[in-house]
């Protein structure tokens, strides 16, 4: 059977795996060959990853052996390839997460050239997962810790959910062009409405975090990430200042590699979120999520945009340069234009969510997007899209944008001091003059 084919390969993992290398190489590739296309024999094999038997195979992904590390991960691969039912149930077990963890730091290291073999393998565990539809429970696992602290509340991200997400977005990039996704069937669109689930909820998840601070309950403090929220605030608070200082890396106990991991994760479920709207297919799949959705999306910007000041190149330029994830991170860089395009994205042609962002006030805040900002270059080009979008066959819409006017000209620190002041002339444009003596 194929539990007594497993033996060889769990003995010599439970022991001393370096010394049994060419070994494993040999029975787990027969192993691998054996499971193969094989929907009968990976329904068995898929007993072995939920008895826990696969217990010590992530030792052999720790081996100093690149070729036994490629040859499992190979087999990890085929034992759900194929498979959905196999793959959901496969991907539950904590055997699959501690060899899936291994295979994300191996792939992470080579994320950015995209050539070894270990980013291939993980890419199509990633695909596997997406069709199956378990994208969910692989990342709740991937959250889990063998010997969590007591007391403590484990952050919603970590190193390897990360890379997990660079991969899901890799996948989305692939998959979702325009031709692609014109013709998908009702079978093919289900797994990317679970991806839009998915990620709506995480993006909640993540943004309730940084909304914190704008809510002064009594249980809004007692949040177990309410010292997070107090550390990205903290951020906003040194970011908007050109002259300020590096922050105090600690702040109520989190370090600044956390405010870099929930940076990146923000960023990273926006980028994705960025690409599903942009082909319309998930508001009409999940309209009530798709408006709860706009309207966090509405309320997260309004909340960066009284926190974060845009940066104009006049007043940056050589000062405020976007170098590294750190500096990234403590500015908040690219988030409001990602937000800026989910919205637009999701009004396009839709009647029923150009009138939700008119209600929420995000017309008005989009339309204060239209400038130049250095920690979210082309946000005035995404604003104009996102613009015509909501306006787009809008009669109230467009009513409301036309009854709007400038109500004073606010003078940049930097025109003040090269000697002008800014105007409204009688048309309502602002003008530049030069400083009178008593001002």
Not at 129 to 149: F, K, R
Not at 238 to 248: H, L
Request: charged letters at 20%.
């Amino acid at each position: 059977s194929i539990l007594k084919s497993l033996t060889p390969i769990d003995s010599m993992a439970e022991t001393v795996p370096n010394e049994h290398v060419r070994a494993l190489l040999v029975v787990t590739k027969a192993f691998s060959n054996l499971v193969t296309g094989n929907r009968a024999i990976q329904a068995e094999a898929a007993l072995l990853w939920e008895q826990d038997r696969c217990h010590d195979f992530s030792e052999v992904m720790a081996v100093n052996d690149k070729s036994a590390k490629e040859v499992f991960s190979i087999f990890t691969l085929n034992s759900v390839s194929g498979n959905p039912p196999v793959c959901r149930q496969v991907c539950r077990t904590r055997s699959f997460t501690r060899v899936f963890k291994r295979l994300l730091e191996y792939a992470e290291d080579h994320f950015e050239q995209s050539e070894s073999l270990f980013f291939d393998i993980a890419f199509a565990l990633t695909r596997e997962m997406v069709a199956a539809q378990c994208i969910t429970s692989c990342y709740t696992q991937l959250l889990g810790v063998d010997n969590p602290e007591p007391d403590s509340t484990p952050l919603p991200f970590n190193a390897h959910t990360i890379t997990f997400l660079k991969f899901i977005d890799a996948k989305l990039h692939r998959d979702l062009d325009a031709e692609h996704t014109e013709n998908l069937t009702s079978a093919q669109q289900e797994p990317l409405v679970s991806i839009y689930e998915f990620l709506s909820a995480k993006l909640n998840e993540l943004a309730q975090i940084l909304l914190l601070q704008a809510k002064a309950t009594a249980s809004a403090a007692s949040h177990p990430f309410y010292c997070l929220s107090q550390q990205l605030t903290a951020a906003s608070q040194s970011s908007s200042d050109a002259s300020a200082t590096t922050p105090n890396p600690s702040i109520s106990g989190y370090h600044i590699d956390v405010l870099v991991s929930f940076y990146t994760t923000l960023v990273l479920l926006l980028e994705c979120l960025r690409s599903l709207t942009q082909v319309g297919l998930m508001v009409q799949a999940m309209p009530l999520l798709s408006k709860q959705l706009l309207s966090l999306c509405i309320e997260l910007l309004a909340f960066l945009n009284a926190r974060f000041p845009r940066m104009s190149k006049l007043g940056t330029a050589g000062q405020h340069q976007i170098e590294g994830m750190e500096n990234a991170a403590q500015q908040f860089a690219f988030i409001k234009r990602n937000l800026v395009s989910i919205i637009g994205n999701l009004g396009h042609r839709n009647k029923t969510l150009q009138d939700l962002a008119r209600e929420r006030g995000g017309v008005e805040l989009i339309l204060g997007h239209c400038n130049i900002d250095d920690n979210n270059p082309y946000i005035k080009e995404h604003a104009v899209l996102a613009i015509r979008n909501l306006l787009e066959g809008n009669t109230e819409n467009q009513a409301l944008v036309q009854t709007l006017e400038p109500q004073e000209a606010v003078t940049h620190p930097d025109i003040a001091n090269l000697g002008f002041t800014a105007e409204l002339n009688n048309q309502k444009q602002a003008v530049l003059k030069p400083t009178k003596p008593d001002q």
